[in-house]
C-alpha cells in the first residue's frame, strides 16, 4: 500500500526573522505550513521532526514544513508564545489554524496533516477526485479512475474513500492479489468505512467468480442444452462476470429470475443484487438490469 500513497521527501526550510514573512506569512497563502519550533538539545524533536518530514513527504504539493530554532530566533517564539519546544502550528492564509505541543505518534500526526490540508482546500479538491474516480468506475473505465483516487490519496493520504476505490479498481484490472494486499493491511478502522466494506465485497465477489471462469464454456453448453437448469444458470452467471461480461451475467440472472424466482431462496435475485453492488449502481448496464428485475418481481 506504501507504494500506492508514498510521496516524495520533504526538506525543511529553516526559518529566522528575516524571512518568516515570506515562507510563513505569505507562504501559506499558497498552501498549509507547518512550523516546528525545536532546539539542537532537544531529544522529543529529534523524534518528532523525521516523522512530521515523512508525513509532510507523503503530502508533497499539498504542504509545506519550516522550522524554527528557538535558540537562534527567540523573538519569533515569544511572539508566537512557545512556551516548550517541540511545539508545532500549522498556518493558512497567514494565520494560525491549529497545533500540538509535544512528541506525537505518526497516527496523530497524519490527522493534524490531513485536517490542515483540508482547511487550506486539499479536502475540496480530494473530494472532487474521488467523485470522478467513482463516476469513471461507474463506466467500467478503471485506469481513469485509479488515476483520480491516487491524485485524491496525494491530497488526503487517510482518505478511506480514496482507498476503497483503489481497492476496486484493482479488483476490476483483474489484479485481485494487489488488491487483496491493499486490503489485508487496512486497520480495523478503516475496515468499518462504507467504502472500504464495499470494495472488499466486490473484491470478495471477483475472487470467488474467478473460480468460475475456467467452467464458461462448459456452463454455456448445458443452459443451451437445459435452459431451465438454474444451477448452471447460475454458474454461467459467475464466469461471464469473472470474464468482465457484465450484461450478459445479469442476463442469465435475470432469466433464473422469470424462470423461478424462488429457486435456492432467492440465490439468482441475491447474486444479481451482489453484482449491483459491485458493478456501481450508477453503471447503465445495471441500471437496465434494475429496471428489468423491477418489472419481473412487480409485474
Known sequence: MEQIIAGASASPVDVNMN?????????????????QFW????????????????????NAGKVKMVRVNIDENAEIAQQMRVQSVPTVF????GQPVDGFAGAQAESSIKQFVAKLI??????????SMIEAGN???DQQDFAAAMTHFQQAMEADPESAEALGGVIRCLTGMGDHASARDVADQ?????????????AIAAL????????????????????AAEPENLDARQELAMALFAVGENAAAMEQLLESIRIDRTWNDEAARVQLLDFFTSIGVANPDVM????????LLFS
Open 135 to 137: 463516476e469513471a468506475v
Open 288 to 295: 437496465r438490469a434494475r429496471r428489468k428485475l423491477s418489472t
Open 19 to 35: 524571512n518568516f514573512m515570506a515562507e510563513v506569512i505569505d507562504g501559506s497563502s499558497q498552501m498549509p505550513v507547518i512550523v
Open 186 to 198: 487496512l486497520s480495523d478502522e478503516y475496515k468499518e468505512n462504507k467504502a472500504i466494506i464495499t
Open 204 to 223: 470478495d465477489l471477483a475472487e470467488r467468480a474467478a473460480e468460475s471462469a475456467g467452467g464458461l464454456d462448459a456452463a454455456r453448453a448445458v443452459v
Open 39 to 58: 532546539a539542537p538539545w532537544c531529544g522529543p524533536c529529534k523524534q518528532l521532526g523525521p516523522i512530521l518530514e515523512k508525513v509532510v513527504g507523503a
Open 90 to 93: 500549522g498556518f493558512v492564509n
Open 118 to 127: 483540508a482547511s487550506g482546500g486539499g479536502g475540496a479538491d480530494a473530494a
